[in-house]
């Protein structure tokens, strides 16, 4: 799943360290679908945060300043910090 594109050694404070930069492959393609509305994720886990939390659940969180309303904490808290 990973390519290691960069691996660099040096020391620091005595200590030698080793950095390994990684991403993931360009080619990779997104293989998880959700079986009810066909939204696709690159990792499983990814798909199942979507249906416990996303998938065909109302918004349950809404902003007491506006009418924004979002299915997770952290985007509404993003919202208040970005709007407001």
Same mark, same amino acid.
């Given at each position: 799943?990973?390519?290691?594109?960069?691996?660099?050694?040096?020391?620091?404070?005595?200590?030698?360290?080793?950095?390994?930069?990684?991403?993931?492959?360009?080619?990779?393609?997104?293989?998880?679908?959700?079986?009810? @509305?066909? +939204?696709?994720?690159?990792?499983? &886990?990814?798909? /199942? *945060?979507?249906?416990?939390?996303?998938?065909?659940?109302?918004?349950?969180?809404?902003?007491?300043?506006?009418?924004?309303? @979002?299915? +997770?904490?952290?985007?509404?808290? &993003?919202?208040? /910090? *970005?709007?407001?």
């Amino acid at each position: 799943m990973w390519l290691i594109v960069s691996k660099a050694s040096f020391t620091s404070d005595g200590v030698n360290v080793i950095v390994v930069t990684r991403t993931r492959s360009v080619n990779q393609e997104p293989t998880h679908r959700c079986e009810q @509305c066909s +939204r696709v994720y690159s990792h499983h &886990s990814s798909l /199942r *945060n979507h249906q416990k939390f996303e998938c065909g659940k109302p918004a349950q969180f809404g902003c007491p300043l506006c009418q924004y309303r @979002c299915k +997770r904490k952290g985007n509404l808290k &993003s919202h208040i /910090r *970005n709007v407001h």
